[in-house]
């Protein structure tokens, strides 16, 4: 039965990771996976999150029975107010359908099925470069011709914004746009205030349609709000768009799998057959989904004192981060390479601009492992190893 089965190729960060785990160097630093670490280079279950399961664990109400297809309502609210604000107009009014799904990559499968099937949609441009599961995801939900649009220019180690410019002016009319709202993956460039304008207005020109991918919001700034800025920029112009949320890194529950698909609608006659349409996707997918995530996120979010708390938490880990570019920007800085991209940076990620040859030399060389593209996961760095890794950087750019 399965003779003629090729296999699949590796999904590269977790390659990376496994070839990690296989290396003996005692010095070996893993920048690659995108996940929260401590100084102490371990991983980080927020105080919040603990606090919020020792809540769950003595609630003898609760039960296992299915949640409802769409997911458990306390969550989807409260993380659709998270996103726009309790005060937005589209959250008073209620100009939404929000679906529990399985992670932010959940959300995207999810919209990316609606909108190949209900809208129609055929064409999707991601940004280049991109999350390299974007691409898998359209792909996998019917819409195979996947396109880009220019970002990142590598010798100013900035956004091509006129290249974004020119591109998004000649998609097709309802194309398919994905945006990364906040903590560009992999670049950690982001747009100005007055380029977001800019594009957003292009795009509805347009009439494209929009979904804002949101995997980082506290991680950029450190401030829920101010993060979530080019979403609420975007409900300000009062079009119709989506929302796809995830909650891996900024709650920490990484393994809960939880996530937020936000259809944001004007038109009222059409919520019920968009809410159906949208539980028929989840039925024929996860049927209905996990609990423990959503629960613990609603526990927070639902209470007062917990969201504040979890607002400084994050406070905390965006500031670590910042920290890290700051000792990575000074320590090579020692060795006569000034990297002001690393400190302009935001969010999770650094794209450094080292080339695979780069990259291979550090790996072998140094057992420091990144992705071939030159993108690190800032979160890796720690007061202990930064020297260390700032020392084969510099190796690694004088010699290979
Ligand atoms: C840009 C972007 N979108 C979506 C996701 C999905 O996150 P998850 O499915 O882990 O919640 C990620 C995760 O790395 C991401 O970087």
């Known amino acids: 039965m399965f003779d003629g089965v090729e296999a699949a190729p590796p999904v590269k960060v977790f390659q990376l990771t496994a070839d990690f785990k ?68 589209l959250v008073v009014n209620r100009k939404y359908i ?20 209900c809208l129609k949609r055929s064409v999707a441009y991601v940004s280049k470069p991109t999350w390299p599961n974007h691409n898998a995801i359209l792909k996998t939900a019917g819409i195979t ?5 220019r970002y990142w220019d590598p010798n100013t180690k900035s956004v091509d914004f006129q290249g974004m410019v020119e591109d998004l ?27 977001w304008q800019e594009i957003l207005d292009i795009l509805i020109k347009r009439n494209a349609t929009i979904v804002m991918d949101t995997a980082y919001q506290g991680f950029a700034s450190g401030d829920l709000d101010k993060d979530a800025a080019s979403v609420r920029m975007l409900a300000d112009k009062g079009v119709e768009f989506f929302v796809c949320q995830s909650m891996s890194k900024n709650f920490g529950l990484y393994n809960e799998r939880v996530g937020n698909m936000i259809a944001v609608i004007h038109n009222a006659d059409k919520v019920e057959a968009v809410r159906s349409q949208l539980k028929r996707i989840v039925r024929a997918n ?66 450094t601009g080292l080339n695979p040859a780069q990259v291979k030399f550090l790996r072998d060389e140094y057992d420091v492992f990144l992705m071939e593209d030159g993108r690190v996961n800032m979160c890796a760095f720690t007061t202990s190893n930064a020297q260390y890794i700032a020392d084969a950087i510099a190796a690694a750019v004088n010699k290979a």
């Not at 929000?98 to 099937?117: D, I, K």
């Not at 011709?145 to 649009?149: C, L």
């Not at 097709?172 to 950690?188: D, K, M, Q, R, S």
């Open 22 to 89: 296989a290396c003996t160097g005692p010095n070996k630093v893993n920048l690659g996976v995108g996940a929260y670490q401590t100084n102490e280079g371990k991983p980080y279950v927020l105080k919040v999150v603990k606090e919020a399961e020792q809540r769950i664990s003595k609630d003898f109400t609760l039960t296992h029975e299915y949640l409802p297809i769409d997911g458990l309502a306390a969550f989807t609210d409260a993380s659709t107010a998270v996103m726009f604000g309790k005060e937005s107009p």
């Open 145 to 149: 011709d996947v396109r880009s649009y």
């Open 98 to 117: 929000a679906v529990q799904c399985l992670g932010g990559t959940g959300a995207l499968r999810l919209c990316s099925e609606f909108m190949f099937q």
């Open 286 to 351: 996860w049927s209905n989904p996990p609990s423990h995530g959503a629960l613990v996120v609603a526990t927070i979010l639902n209470d007062e004192t917990l969201a504040q708390q979890w607002r400084l938490e994050l406070m905390e880990m965006a500031g670590r981060i910042k920290d890290m570019r700051q000792l990575l920007y000074e320590k090579l800085q020692v060795h006569q390479i000034t990297w002001p991209h690393v400190i302009n940076q935001t969010g999770m990620f650094s794209f």
């Open 169 to 195: 002016k000649g998609v097709p009319e309802y194309a398919v746009i994905f945006l990364h709202a906040v903590a560009h993956n992999p670049t950690g460039m982001d747009l100005s205030t007055e380029q």
